[in-house]
């Protein structure tokens, strides 16, 4: 079984900032992509960022140069930090990871519970 676990999410200002972390645990033998998702109120849930094993990252247009997403392979941990954070960034956070379980399961997607982050005065 896996888990990822998310947390960080709060109440900012605008223009302030977070740092989610989300952490994978169970049986893991091995992650590819990690990455993070958000869900506003009354809209689809849209890609934020993902990050390759190799580093490789990719951020939707509209958090480009505002967040940056990492990794510590090590921990199995995913980070995305927030800065210059808006109102309309206000939404539930997932992640979400590609892993394999052992070496002899296909790769699985696997999210988190969400975490939520408001931005508001």
């Known amino acids: 079984q896996v888990q990822l676990v998310e947390s960080g999410g709060g109440l900012v200002q605008p223009g302030g900032s977070l740092r989610l972390s989300c952490a994978a645990s169970?049986?893991?033998?091995?992650?590819?992509?990690m990455g993070w998702y958000r869900q506003a109120p009354g809209k689809q849930r849209e890609l934020v960022a993902t990050?390759?094993?190799?580093?490789?990252?990719n951020y939707a247009d509209s958090v480009k140069g505002q967040f940056t997403i990492s990794r510590d392979n090590a921990k199995n941990t995913v980070y995305l930090q927030m800065n210059i954070l808006k109102p309309e960034d206000t939404a539930v956070y997932y992640c979400?990871?590609?892993?394999?379980?052992?070496?002899?399961?296909?790769?699985?997607?696997?999210w988190g519970q969400g975490t939520q982050v408001t931005v508001s005065s």
């Open positions: 169970g049986s893991i033998f091995s992650i590819y992509t």
């Open positions: 990050i390759t094993n190799g580093g490789n990252t």
């Open positions: 979400n990871a590609d892993i394999v379980s052992t070496l002899l399961t296909p790769v699985r997607n696997y």
